[in-house]
Protein backbone atom coordinates (compact mmCIF):
# COMPACT_ATOMS: atom_id res chain seq x y z
CA UNK A 1 0.00 0.00 0.00
CA UNK A 2 0.93 3.25 -1.19
CA UNK A 3 1.45 5.91 2.51
CA UNK A 4 -0.45 8.43 2.60
CA UNK A 5 1.06 12.32 1.69
CA UNK A 6 3.82 13.55 4.00
CA UNK A 7 1.21 16.94 4.78
CA UNK A 8 -1.22 14.11 5.95
CA UNK A 9 1.31 13.44 8.88
CA UNK A 10 1.46 16.79 10.29
CA UNK A 11 -2.53 16.81 10.28
CA UNK A 12 -2.70 13.91 11.85
CA UNK A 13 -0.06 14.46 14.75
CA UNK A 14 -1.81 17.54 15.43
CA UNK A 15 -4.93 15.49 16.03
CA UNK A 16 -3.64 13.29 18.59
CA UNK A 17 -4.12 9.53 18.84
CA UNK A 18 -7.38 9.94 21.14
CA UNK A 19 -9.35 11.67 18.62
CA UNK A 20 -7.68 9.60 15.91
CA UNK A 21 -9.09 6.42 17.06
CA UNK A 22 -12.52 8.17 17.67
CA UNK A 23 -12.30 9.21 13.84
CA UNK A 24 -11.46 6.19 12.90
CA UNK A 25 -14.57 4.21 14.48
CA UNK A 26 -12.82 3.20 17.52
CA UNK A 27 -10.32 1.07 15.66
CA UNK A 28 -6.70 1.14 15.61
CA UNK A 29 -5.74 1.09 18.96
CA UNK A 30 -2.57 -0.55 20.51
CA UNK A 31 -3.05 -1.99 24.19
CA UNK A 32 -2.62 0.70 26.21
CA UNK A 33 0.39 -1.04 28.00
CA UNK A 34 2.53 0.40 24.83
CA UNK A 35 3.60 3.60 26.05
CA UNK A 36 6.19 6.52 25.67
CA UNK A 37 9.27 6.32 27.51
CA UNK A 38 9.20 10.31 28.03
CA UNK A 39 5.24 11.42 28.27
CA UNK A 40 6.79 14.56 26.21
CA UNK A 41 7.66 11.91 23.34
CA UNK A 42 5.37 12.32 19.97
CA UNK A 43 5.81 10.27 16.54
CA UNK A 44 3.94 10.37 13.22
CA UNK A 45 4.47 8.53 10.16
CA UNK A 46 4.61 5.73 7.82
CA UNK A 47 5.25 2.48 9.22
CA UNK A 48 8.23 -0.04 8.62
CA UNK A 49 7.23 -3.57 9.99
CA UNK A 50 9.95 -5.65 11.57
CA UNK A 51 8.65 -9.31 12.83
CA UNK A 52 11.73 -10.47 15.52
CA UNK A 53 11.92 -13.90 16.60
CA UNK A 54 11.64 -13.72 20.85
CA UNK A 55 14.56 -12.15 22.48
CA UNK A 56 16.90 -11.70 19.45
CA UNK A 57 16.64 -8.11 17.91
CA UNK A 58 19.13 -9.27 14.70
CA UNK A 59 16.20 -7.80 12.61
CA UNK A 60 15.95 -4.74 14.08
CA UNK A 61 19.31 -4.14 13.42
CA UNK A 62 18.99 -4.60 9.65
CA UNK A 63 15.68 -2.73 9.27
CA UNK A 64 17.54 0.64 10.77
CA UNK A 65 19.34 0.12 7.50
CA UNK A 66 16.26 -0.68 5.09
CA UNK A 67 13.78 2.06 6.42
CA UNK A 68 13.84 5.39 4.98
CA UNK A 69 14.19 8.74 6.60
CA UNK A 70 10.56 9.30 9.07
CA UNK A 71 9.65 6.28 8.89
CA UNK A 72 8.54 4.77 12.08
CA UNK A 73 9.93 0.94 13.02
CA UNK A 74 6.58 -1.12 14.23
CA UNK A 75 8.67 -4.00 15.69
CA UNK A 76 6.81 -7.19 16.70
CA UNK A 77 8.45 -9.81 18.64
CA UNK A 78 6.83 -12.96 19.17
CA UNK A 79 6.05 -12.72 22.53
CA UNK A 80 9.07 -12.35 23.88
CA UNK A 81 8.47 -9.82 25.89
CA UNK A 82 10.63 -9.88 28.55
CA UNK A 83 14.23 -8.86 27.71
CA UNK A 84 15.45 -4.84 26.49
CA UNK A 85 15.35 -5.16 22.39
CA UNK A 86 16.75 -1.40 22.03
CA UNK A 87 18.78 0.94 23.57
CA UNK A 88 20.82 3.88 23.26
CA UNK A 89 23.20 2.13 20.98
CA UNK A 90 20.16 1.79 18.32
CA UNK A 91 18.92 4.98 19.47
CA UNK A 92 21.82 6.60 18.18
CA UNK A 93 21.63 4.96 14.97
CA UNK A 94 18.23 5.76 14.29
CA UNK A 95 18.95 9.14 14.91
CA UNK A 96 21.92 9.04 12.35
CA UNK A 97 19.11 7.62 9.62
CA UNK A 98 16.83 10.09 9.94
CA UNK A 99 14.12 7.65 11.26
CA UNK A 100 10.95 9.00 13.25
CA UNK A 101 10.85 6.43 15.63
CA UNK A 102 9.62 2.95 17.96
CA UNK A 103 6.79 1.23 18.41
CA UNK A 104 7.61 -2.08 20.09
CA UNK A 105 5.82 -4.39 21.90
CA UNK A 106 8.63 -5.76 23.81
CA UNK A 107 10.82 -3.90 26.54
CA UNK A 108 13.33 -1.26 25.89
CA UNK A 109 16.34 -0.19 27.93
CA UNK A 110 18.70 2.31 29.03
CA UNK A 111 15.49 4.90 29.05
CA UNK A 112 17.70 7.07 31.09
CA UNK A 113 19.24 8.10 27.79
CA UNK A 114 16.43 7.48 25.87
CA UNK A 115 14.03 9.54 27.89
CA UNK A 116 16.34 13.09 26.81
CA UNK A 117 17.44 12.03 22.90
CA UNK A 118 14.79 13.96 20.42
CA UNK A 119 13.53 10.01 18.87
CA UNK A 120 10.31 8.61 20.05
CA UNK A 121 10.39 5.11 21.89
CA UNK A 122 7.32 3.87 23.14
CA UNK A 123 7.53 -0.18 24.18
CA UNK A 124 5.48 -2.58 25.75
CA UNK A 125 7.78 -1.88 28.95
CA UNK A 126 10.91 -1.70 30.80
CA UNK A 127 13.53 -4.15 30.73
CA UNK A 128 17.23 -5.05 31.99
CA UNK A 129 17.65 -8.11 30.06
CA UNK A 130 19.67 -8.20 26.70
CA UNK A 131 18.77 -10.11 23.87
CA UNK A 132 20.80 -12.32 21.31
CA UNK A 133 20.98 -12.48 17.74
CA UNK A 134 19.69 -15.54 16.30
CA UNK A 135 20.54 -16.18 12.46
CA UNK A 136 18.58 -19.19 11.91
CA UNK A 137 15.23 -17.94 13.19
CA UNK A 138 12.33 -16.90 10.79
CA UNK A 139 12.01 -13.28 10.52
CA UNK A 140 11.05 -10.76 8.37
CA UNK A 141 10.78 -7.18 7.02
CA UNK A 142 8.25 -5.32 5.79
CA UNK A 143 5.40 -7.62 6.24
CA UNK A 144 1.80 -7.50 8.29
CA UNK A 145 2.20 -7.92 11.62
CA UNK A 146 0.06 -7.64 14.75
CA UNK A 147 0.09 -6.41 18.06
CA UNK A 148 -2.35 -6.67 20.16
CA UNK A 149 -5.56 -7.05 17.99
CA UNK A 150 -4.28 -4.47 15.38
CA UNK A 151 -2.53 -5.96 11.86
CA UNK A 152 0.11 -3.48 10.39
CA UNK A 153 0.75 -3.00 7.31
CA UNK A 154 3.84 -1.43 5.78
CA UNK A 155 3.05 2.04 4.95
CA UNK A 156 -0.21 2.19 7.39
CA UNK A 157 -0.04 5.39 9.59
CA UNK A 158 1.19 5.40 13.11
CA UNK A 159 0.54 7.87 15.06
CA UNK A 160 1.73 8.03 19.03
CA UNK A 161 1.29 10.50 22.15
CA UNK A 162 0.68 10.28 25.67
CA UNK A 163 -2.45 8.85 25.73
CA UNK A 164 -1.11 5.68 23.26
CA UNK A 165 -0.91 4.43 19.92
CA UNK A 166 -3.40 4.16 17.00
CA UNK A 167 -2.60 2.65 13.45
CA UNK A 168 -4.42 3.61 10.18
CA UNK A 169 -5.04 1.77 6.89
CA UNK A 170 -2.85 3.72 4.59
CA UNK A 171 -5.58 3.95 2.55
CA UNK A 172 -8.18 5.71 5.18
CA UNK A 173 -5.69 7.97 6.37
CA UNK A 174 -7.46 11.31 4.39
CA UNK A 175 -11.17 10.52 5.53
CA UNK A 176 -10.28 9.78 9.26
CA UNK A 177 -8.02 13.14 9.55
CA UNK A 178 -11.30 15.03 8.06
CA UNK A 179 -13.45 13.39 10.45
CA UNK A 180 -10.90 14.12 13.35
CA UNK A 181 -10.72 17.65 12.25
CA UNK A 182 -14.80 17.83 12.23
CA UNK A 183 -14.87 15.96 15.88
CA UNK A 184 -12.19 18.62 17.58
CA UNK A 185 -14.23 21.04 16.24
CA UNK A 186 -17.37 20.07 17.23
CA UNK A 187 -15.56 19.54 20.73
CA UNK A 188 -14.32 22.98 20.93
CA UNK A 189 -17.46 23.84 20.39
CA UNK A 190 -19.01 22.15 23.38
CA UNK A 191 -16.11 23.18 25.67
CA UNK A 192 -17.22 26.91 24.80
CA UNK A 193 -20.68 26.41 25.27
CA UNK A 194 -19.95 23.90 28.45
CA UNK A 195 -17.77 27.06 29.94
CA UNK A 196 -21.41 29.05 29.70
CA UNK A 197 -23.58 26.97 31.88
CA UNK A 198 -24.54 24.00 29.56
CA UNK A 199 -24.62 20.55 30.54
CA UNK A 200 -22.79 17.64 29.44
CA UNK A 201 -26.43 15.62 29.51
CA UNK A 202 -27.93 18.08 27.35
CA UNK A 203 -25.32 18.26 24.34
CA UNK A 204 -24.81 14.91 24.47
CA UNK A 205 -28.10 13.85 24.62
CA UNK A 206 -27.10 11.83 27.69
CA UNK A 207 -30.49 13.29 30.28
CA UNK A 208 -32.64 10.56 29.47
CA UNK A 209 -30.29 8.04 31.02
CA UNK A 210 -30.94 9.72 34.92
CA UNK A 211 -30.07 6.79 37.56
CA UNK A 212 -33.31 5.53 39.37
CA UNK A 213 -32.21 6.90 42.67
CA UNK A 214 -29.29 9.71 43.75
CA UNK A 215 -30.07 8.78 47.44
CA UNK A 216 -27.23 8.83 49.37
CA UNK A 217 -26.62 5.33 50.60
CA UNK A 218 -29.03 3.52 48.46
CA UNK A 219 -28.06 0.17 47.19
CA UNK A 220 -26.27 -0.38 43.99
CA UNK A 221 -28.77 -1.89 41.63
CA UNK A 222 -26.53 -1.89 38.56
CA UNK A 223 -24.75 -4.36 36.86
CA UNK A 224 -20.91 -5.64 38.46
Known sequence: MTPAPRGSYERASRLGAATLHEAAGRRGALPASIKPVNNA??????AFTVHCPAFSNLQIHHALYHAQPGD???VHVSGGVEAGYWGDILNEAALARGLGGLVIDGGVRDTAGLSTMDFPVFSNGVCIQGTGKDYE???WL??????GEVVIRPGDLVMGDRDGVVVLPAGDVEAVIAAGEAREADEADKIARIRQGARTLDLYGFAKG??????????FRGRA
Not at 41 to 46: I, Q, T
Not at 142 to 147: E, K, T
Not at 210 to 219: E, L, Y
Open 41 to 46: MRLCGP
Open 72 to 74: ILV
Open 137 to 139: AVA
Open 142 to 147: QAAVRI
Open 210 to 219: APTSVTPGAP
